[in-house]
Structures are given as structure tokens and as C-alpha cells.
Nanobody, 124 residues
Framework: HVQLVESGGGSVQAGGSLRLSCATSGSTSSYNCVAWFRQPPGKEREGAATISTTTGRTLYANPVKGRFTISHDNAKNTVYLQMDNLEREDSAMYSC??????????????????WGQGTQVTVS
């Protein structure tokens, strides 16, 4: 089985940056896709960024494109979300999910079966 643990959340001022980490353990070879989702208070969960751990291809939601960067460190089995130029609208509980890709081009679209507990991001 795969276990996901998020970290790196916190409170920052608008325009600031945060780097979230999603550490994976267990059966790390059982997935080829990892994504960051976010859920603002009182709203539904939405996808933010997706990465294929085999091809490196990425997919971003329009609100974060150009400001967020998702990456994967194979040696550490960790997926990162670098968030720059944060806006108040970015405040949410951020969770990572692992699964398998159903579409590769133009960007990974995946089905997820494992979720982390989440890390809170507050932008003021």
C-alpha cells in the first residue's frame, strides 16, 4: 500500500510563497500519477496540479497556472508544489493523491485511490 503525508502548509501574506511536500511510502511503484487538490472552506474540492511520475508531464488548473509548479523527486519519492505569488483565493486545505493515469497527452488525467490527510494554507 501507499501512504501519503503532506507538509509545508502555513500562513503567509498575499504575494508570498510556500512549498508543499507530499511524501510517499510503502508501495511507491504502484502509482504513476500524483496530484494536488485543494478545498477552500465551505467549497468543493478542486484539482490544482497533476504530474506523471514516469513522464514528468504536468497539468495545471487555470487559476494556478503560472504561479504554482508541481515536481517529483524520484530519489525521495516526494512530490512538491511550489506556490508563488499567493493570493487570498488560494487559501484552502491542500491534499495530495496518488493513482494511475488514464490520459497522458496533452497532460496527465488520472484516477486516484490513495489520499493524504492534507495541510492547511492560509493567505492573508
Amino acid at each position: 500500500h501507499v501512504q501519503l503525508v503532506e507538509s509545508g502548509g502555513g500562513s503567509v501574506q498575499a504575494g508570498g510563497s510556500l512549498r508543499l511536500s507530499c511524501a510517499t511510502s510503502g508501495s511507491t511503484s504502484s502509482y504513476n500519477c500524483v496530484a494536488w487538490f485543494r478545498q477552500p472552506p465551505g467549497k468543493e474540492r478542486e484539482g490544482a496540479a497533476t504530474i506523471s511520475t514516469t513522464t514528468g508531464r504536468t497539468l495545471y488548473a487555470n487559476p494556478v497556472k503560472g504561479r504554482f509548479t508541481i515536481s517529483h523527486d524520484n530519489a525521495k519519492n516526494t512530490v512538491y508544489l511550489q506556490m508563488d505569488n499567493l493570493e487570498r483565493e488560494d487559501s484552502a486545505m491542500y491534499s495530495c493523491a496518488a493513482g494511475t493515469a488514464t490520459t497522458v497527452y496533452p497532460g496527465p488525467i488520472c484516477e486516484y485511490n490513495t489520499w493524504g490527510q492534507g495541510t492547511q494554507v492560509t493567505v492573508s
